[in-house]
């Protein structure tokens, strides 16, 4: 009877033992299977990615008064209808939001079709006019290809960008919705029939984007994306961008060769 109740106080002792170590045993198992996505990871981000993490705009006093937190947490900029309005990449438009002002300038298009790339704000739109004039006059003959561009069509040209080359490289060469200045209704972009009226780093070499570099400034605009500055701009280089920010600050800027961010914070 004693050796009957050893055996089977043992045979539980045996049971409970070797259950507590199966179960160890599937942790350890379970934790050596896991996948990366289920570990938490401090993965160091580099400097400017604004696709790992959205960087935090500048403590610029001036900047800073020209922002706010929407909806959802995104930094959008509270005064879009000012003609020194900065948007970038840490800067975001309103969705909604649509300049009140914009016609179409008098110039030279590679199109005929009314379509809203045509406009531009007002006061843009007749510097751009006197800006080709000027160029007319030195025998230089511009095309304006593209101004305006709604938050929707923004969006849509972003997307298909993605589609076909991967959102890292569409975010180097063209805006998500809301952080492109052609919805500000400042900016155009402008071509010549040297480069069969597209939007190619080579029109720095033509005659005509050579004449924008010297006058450009003149009339009010600057080259926003400049060569060299991409880690600031977050942009490639794009010689054919031109921003219209008046005749007193594209001065400035051209002379000492800066950007608009570096404006804003060195000079503001």
């Not at 409970?16 to 401090?42: C, H, M, R």
């Not at 990615?49 to 937190?69: A, G, H, M, N, R």
């Not at 040297?194 to 004449?211: A, C, D, H, M, P």
């Amino acid at each position: 009877m004693k050796r009957r109740l050893v055996i089977i106080i043992l045979s539980i002792f045996l049971v409970i033992y070797f259950t507590n170590l199966y179960a160890k045993g599937q942790t350890v198992i379970a934790d050596w299977l896991s996948t990366p996505e289920e570990q938490t990871v401090n993965v160091p981000v580099e400097k400017g990615d604004s696709d790992l993490v959205e960087d935090k705009p500048e403590q610029i006093p001036y900047l800073e008064s020209t922002l706010e937190v929407a909806v959802g947490g995104k930094v959008v900029v509270n005064n879009p209808g000012d003609l020194l309005v900065l948007v970038n990449k840490k800067r975001n438009l309103p969705s909604d939001y649509v300049p009140e002002d914009l016609v179409i300038p008098n110039v030279l298009f590679p199109f005929k079709e009314k379509l809203e790339k045509k406009y531009l704000r007002k006061e843009a739109a007749l510097a751009l006019e006197q800006l080709f004039q000027r160029a007319s006059q030195d025998n230089v003959k511009l095309y304006a290809l593209s101004g305006y561009r709604s938050y929707k069509r923004q969006e849509e040209i972003f997307n298909y960008k993605a589609q076909q080359r991967g959102e890292e490289v569409a975010n180097k060469t063209s805006a998500r919705p809301g952080q492109s200045e052609h919805q500000t209704g400042l900016a155009m972009d402008v071509t010549s029939s040297g480069v069969n009226y597209k939007l190619v780093e080579s029109f720095r070499e033509t005659i005509e984007g050579q004449w924008l570099v010297g006058h450009a400034a003149d009339f009010g605009f600057v080259i926003r994306y400049p060569q060299g500055k991409e880690e600031i701009t977050g942009y490639s280089y794009e010689p054919w961008h031109l921003r219209y920010v008046g005749k007193e600050i594209a001065g400035k800027v051209n002379t000492l060769g800066i950007t608009l961010e570096e404006y804003f914070r060195d000079y503001m």
